[in-house]
């Protein structure tokens, strides 16, 4: 129930290119659902968020596409740039008295010149 | 703010050896969480402290790993004694009022 299913395990896009990563759960319960992004060495960095009571956030170049009937939501990275390659982690979390977050697998970009 | 420091950066040590990782939390959070990650695994959380309390610590692999928040900004994981299975990158990161997770830049264990 509180897993965090991600797609693809790794992805190769040209630079201009579209780079869109899946992921799904299981919990209906949960009601927040970030995108992480990792650069090697670094922790993960908050990249965007969504809240079941919209389907699209856009910020910049990044956009969430959510689907609450099907349980799943999308990160949209438009005009990908090789800076963009990196590791990027959807999560989700419920409200509650901690409202800790369930991670997804990982996804490493890679955008090519 | 300089974010949620972590130290070190890297440690080297022999199997059998207590290893102490240290977190500085952002101020005025106050939820802590550590994480492990690996090529294997992932992000696995190990445990979680709101307020200075433990709420869950069922993600911690065994006895040999304990963690601690002293105070409302600072907060250790001790292993002991180490095994080279615990080589791992270690996170820690805080939380303030909303669901916004600032993590650490991450010590990375080796254990030979």
């Known amino acids: 129930q509180q897993q965090v299913k991600q797609s693809p395990q790794s992805l190769i896009v040209q630079k201009g290119g579209i780079s869109i990563i899946n992921c799904a759960y299981e919990?209906?319960?949960?009601?927040?659902f970030p995108w992480y992004q990792q650069f090697p060495g670094k922790g993960p960095a908050l990249l965007i968020a969504i809240r079941p009571d919209v389907s699209e956030k856009k910020e910049g170049r990044f956009t969430i596409s959510f689907n609450k009937s099907a349980k799943q939501f999308s990160l949209h990275i438009m005009d990908s740039q090789p800076g963009d390659s990196a590791t990027y982690f959807c999560?989700?979390?419920?409200?509650?008295?901690?409202?800790?977050?369930?991670f997804g697998s990982g996804t490493q970009l890679t955008v090519l010149p | 703010d300089a974010g949620v420091i972590q130290s070190p950066r890297h440690e080297v040590t022999e199997m059998g050896q207590e290893v102490t990782l240290r977190c500085k939390l952002i101020s005025g959070h106050n939820s802590l969480f550590w994480y492990r990650q690996t090529m294997m695994r992932g992000l696995e959380l190990l445990i979680y402290f709101n307020n200075n309390v433990p709420i869950d610590d069922s993600g911690m692999p065994e006895d040999r790993f304990s963690a601690k928040m002293p105070n409302a900004s600072f907060s250790t994981l001790k292993i002991q004694p180490s095994e080279p299975r615990d080589s791992a990158v270690y996170f820690c990161?805080?939380?303030?009022?909303?669901?916004?997770?600032?993590f650490g830049s991450g010590t990375q264990l080796s254990v030979l």
């Open positions: 999560a989700a979390t419920f409200s509650g008295s901690a409202r800790q977050l369930t």
């Open positions: 919990n209906t319960a949960f009601d927040y």
């Open positions: 990161a805080s939380r303030g009022p909303n669901e916004k997770l600032f």
